[in-house]
């Protein structure tokens, strides 16, 4: 930052935003902010001039990595050319970006909502969904995530919707089981289950009328970079077609290469009707979120009211910085590059799973993985839990991601397991060099495991 802007000390600036800042998803005591003042490709710079590589991609959203040329000078433009227009104008770059979102998104997703989040993109899903069919509920997963807004927070199946209970829960969203063959919550065996947690689905669509939709991760994410098998998605969308309720895709972590494909929905060739994404869209540059919907659902609204909108609905600073994002993944080959490097990654972490007891399961795609600790393998029983995250009881994987932070390697840990998802510019000896650090760390893990 420029001298004129600031004549604060770092010590100032940790200070002053921890006094008056919310840190979010924590107990405040105890809140000790990193000041970060650089970053560059894979690596941020605190103040102390230390380098951390970023190995979660800060939190799975930098997809290009920091500094991308072509993502700030779109920047810079948009602001020098036309910094705001009210959403019932046509831009320019809202034009290029939803040509460009027609090459991208699954083929038949042509009509778009621009939202500043993730978890606004979902309210947005969840209002069209119910002003289309009429209907309220919407059917989510214990095991997932949506965002942090009313409505999205009551779709979340983790613990970070405990604390709104009991309205978290808003009118309207029953929950069902996720899928999860390492520990499947109805305790059925792939493949001799015929995927069961979709049979469970359509009970519950049969037997609670009123179902306006059903919303997935695609590859869940923070819960646990979850991968479906192959029959998971196409069966689900059979059973929406045949009960008439809208399959939604919330794609804020899946998406933009993440999983070697621009959607993970393509991994399955399987289209959903509506399509909520953000992160990757600008990775991260700017806050932009998309709900895409299906051509059926943009006519419907030709004679329908389409009561949603925001003051900040396309804004023009989001805009470019994503056409942007998405030439420049096209010009780096990411997508591929993430699908190409998928297996790299997945037989490093196979040999870890190999090496030590504590690793009970490695699962992924792309540049997207999850490695989840167990205190026995064959129990399969986690270090913690849920509730212990939301009692703020020391986790085991927050020890070993400070152990890894302290020698400069970044990495996301939830409850019982580490997302590991760099930048997709990554190196493979970038990729060695985080594994390696993990590999280092988890002999604390094999020492809790006692015997
Ligand atoms: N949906 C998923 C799958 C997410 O991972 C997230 C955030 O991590 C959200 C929704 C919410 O996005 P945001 O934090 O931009 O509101």
């Not at 359509?202 to 009328?209: A, V």
């Not at 010009?331 to 190999?354: C, I, S």
């Not at 703020?392 to 400069?408: F, T, Y």
Request: glycine content about 8%; charged content about 25%; overall charge neutral.
């Amino acid at each position: 930052m420029s001298e004129q802007l600031t004549t604060l000390t770092s010590d100032e600036v940790v200070q002053i935003t921890k006094d008056t800042n919310y840190g979010t998803w924590r107990f405040q005591k105890g809140w000790n902010p990193m000041h970060i003042v650089d970053a560059e490709g894979c690596y941020i710079t605190d103040a102390n001039g230390k380098k951390y590589l970023d190995f979660s991609s800060q939190l799975m959203c930098m997809n290009l990595g920091h500094k991308n040329a072509a993502v700030i000078d779109a920047i810079k433009k948009q602001a020098e050319d036309l910094a705001y227009a009210m959403p019932g104008y046509a831009t320019t770059a809202r034009a290029e970006l939803s040509k460009l979102l027609l090459e991208v998104l699954p083929k038949g997703l042509n009509k778009f909502f621009f939202t500043t989040s993730g978890t606004d993109a979902n309210e947005a899903a969840f209002k069209i969904a119910r002003m289309y069919t009429g209907k309220s509920k919407v059917i989510a997963r214990y095991r997932s995530y949506h965002g942090s807004t009313a409505g999205s927070i009551a779709a979340t199946g983790d613990p970070r919707r405990w604390a709104m209970e009991p309205r978290g829960k808003g009118p309207g969203i029953i929950f069902g089981p996720e899928v999860h063959c390492y520990k499947c919550p109805i305790k059925h065996t792939y493949p001799e289950c015929g995927i069961a947690c979709v049979d469970y689905l359509e009970h519950m669509i049969r037997n609670e009328s009123d179902v306006a939709a059903v919303l997935v991760e695609p590859i869940v994410g923070t819960n646990g970079v979850i991968v479906p098998p192959a029959e998971y998605m196409p069966k689900l969308r059979k059973v929406c077609d045949e009960t008439g309720v809208l399959l939604i895709a919330d794609e804020v972590m899946s998406g933009w290469g993440r999983a070697g494909e621009w959607f993970a929905m393509n991994l399955w060739g399987v289209t959903p009707d509506i399509l909520t994404t953000a992160k990757g869209i600008t990775s991260a540059y700017v806050p932009l979120g998309l709900c895409a919907t299906s051509e059926k659902i943009g006519d419907f609204f030709q004679d329908h009211y389409f009561a949603h909108g925001h003051t900040y609905e396309a804004h023009p600073m989001t805009l470019l910085p994503a056409v942007a994002t998405i030439q420049e993944m096209k010009r780096l080959g990411l997508v591929e590059r993430a699908r190409e490097l998928g297996p790299f990654v997945e037989a490093k972490l196979q040999a870890l799973k190999a090496k030590h007891k504590s690793v009970g399961d490695v699962r992924g795609k792309g540049l997207f993985w999850a490695v989840d600790l167990v205190k026995n393998q064959a129990t399969k029983e986690p270090f913690n839990t849920y509730t212990d995250k939301v009692s703020g009881k020391p986790l085991l994987v927050d020890q070993i991601a400070g152990k890894m932070l302290s020698e400069g390697v970044i990495m996301q840990a939830w409850v019982s397991h580490f997302v590991i998802a760099p930048p997709l510019i990554v190196e493979k000896e970038e990729i060695e060099r985080g594994i390696d650090m993990l590999d280092k760390y988890l002999s604390i893990a094999d020492e809790a495991c006692g015997g």
